[in-house]
Every structure is written in C-alpha cells, then in structure tokens.
C-alpha cells in the first residue's frame, strides 16, 4: 500500500486561520485526515454535479454560496 501525503499548514498567529483550525480539530478529533478527505469528496461530488446542473453553479455544502 503506498500514500501520498499533503500538509495542510495553519498560521495560528492569523486570527482566520486559528478560528478555522480551533474548529476543524473540534469537529474531527484525532482524524484530520479522514475529515479532511471526506469534506474532499463531497466536493468532489459536489463538482461533479454541478456540471450537470441547468445553470451550472457550483454550491457549497449548505448550498448557500454561489462559488462561480
């Protein structure tokens, strides 16, 4: 079984990007990377979908933002 790995840095000295890191490491536990990889798919989902939408917009996953 081989991996590729890809870092994700966060600058904590960042207001935004602590904010983010707080949240995303209380909602993931100890498994970044699964969370991480399963908000990649439903991108990825996401994405593809899109392509076969009328008006081709892409949507977040609460589907509020336009992202075009």
């Known amino acids: 079984m ?3 790995r890809k870092a994700v840095c966060f600058n904590v000295d ?3 990007q602590r904010e983010l890191f707080e949240w995303v490491t209380s ?3 100890d ?3 699964g969370y991480a990889k399963a908000l990649f798919y439903a991108e990825m989902i ?3 979908n899109a392509n ?3 008006d081709g917009r892409i949507l977040t ?3 509020g933002e336009d992202l075009r």
């Open 2 to 4: 081989s991996y590729v």
């Open 14 to 16: 960042n207001n935004h």
């Open 27 to 29: 909602m993931c536990g």
């Open 31 to 33: 498994n970044f990377s």
């Open 46 to 48: 996401n994405a593809r």
């Open 52 to 54: 076969n939408r009328q």
């Open 61 to 63: 996953v609460n589907e």
